[in-house]
């Protein structure tokens, strides 16, 4: 299988750190990649990792451990415009990326 | 540099009818991807465009098909429309390789809805 998995929802307060998890089936896995969509708008891409470890950008780190199928979403110093969902995805060696289900992001103030 | 643009934005079509959705892709970009997002899903492949070939299809039958032309522009087209077919319709473009390596330019969409 190739499916990936993730919270569905996640709330946390406006400046506070949040991790969004995404495990994913290993069949032919190459890479995990993070979006970002706002209600009514386009998927944006955030990061991507092709190796075990953390790519940092800005605000937003991204983890990934392929011996544990695992990956995660770090948003530091939470906004209120962080409020949308998040995907992660696969790329699967061809031409297809394949997306989890999503995690909606709730920034309280 | 010019963005993904789709067209139409939203549309409202009867069951049976047929849809075509258009898309040009980013400068520069040759491959062209579509993806299907159901109200509150992650969105799915429905195939890509490379080189004016279909490069790839996911599980969509085969009233889903498409074209790329020239400029690399690409249509998506759905035949006898049923009611599951109500969603936003993604166009993603990138460049070879370059989908590997995650970064997928998406553009607004077109919100379909079948009654």
């Known amino acids: 299988g190739q499916s990936l998995e993730q919270p569905s929802e996640v709330t946390a307060v406006e400046g506070a750190i949040v991790q969004i998890n995404c495990t994913y089936q290993t069949s032919g896995f190459y890479g995990l990649s993070w979006y970002q969509q706002h209600d009514g708008g386009a998927p944006t891409f955030l990061s991507y990792n092709a190796l075990d470890g953390l790519e940092e950008t800005g605000r937003f780190s991204s983890f990934l451990s392929r011996s544990d199928s695992y990956g995660y979403l770090l948003l530091q110093e939470l906004q209120m415009k962080d409020s949308a969902s998040y995907f992660c995805?696969?790329?699967?060696?061809?031409?297809?990326?394949?997306f989890g289900a999503g995690t909606r992001l709730f920034v309280k103030a | 540099e010019t963005g993904v643009t789709q067209s139409p934005t939203h549309l409202i079509k009867t069951r049976g009818q047929q849809v075509t959705l258009r898309c040009s892709s980013q400068?520069?970009?040759?491959?062209v991807s579509w993806y299907q997002q159901a109200l509150g899903q992650g969105p799915q492949f429905i195939f890509q465009y490379y080189r004016e070939e279909e490069n790839g299809r996911g599980n969509f039958p085969p009233r889903f098909s498409g074209l790329q032309f020239p400029n690399y522009s690409s249509e998506l087209n759905v035949n006898a429309l049923e009611l599951d077919d109500s969603a936003l319709y993604l166009c993603a473009s990138s460049s070879p390789g370059q989908g590997e390596a995650g970064e997928l330019f998406f553009g607004e969409g077109s919100r379909l809805t079948v009654l």
């Open positions: 995805a696969r790329g699967t060696g061809g031409f297809k990326t394949i």
């Open positions: 400068s520069g970009h040759n491959t």
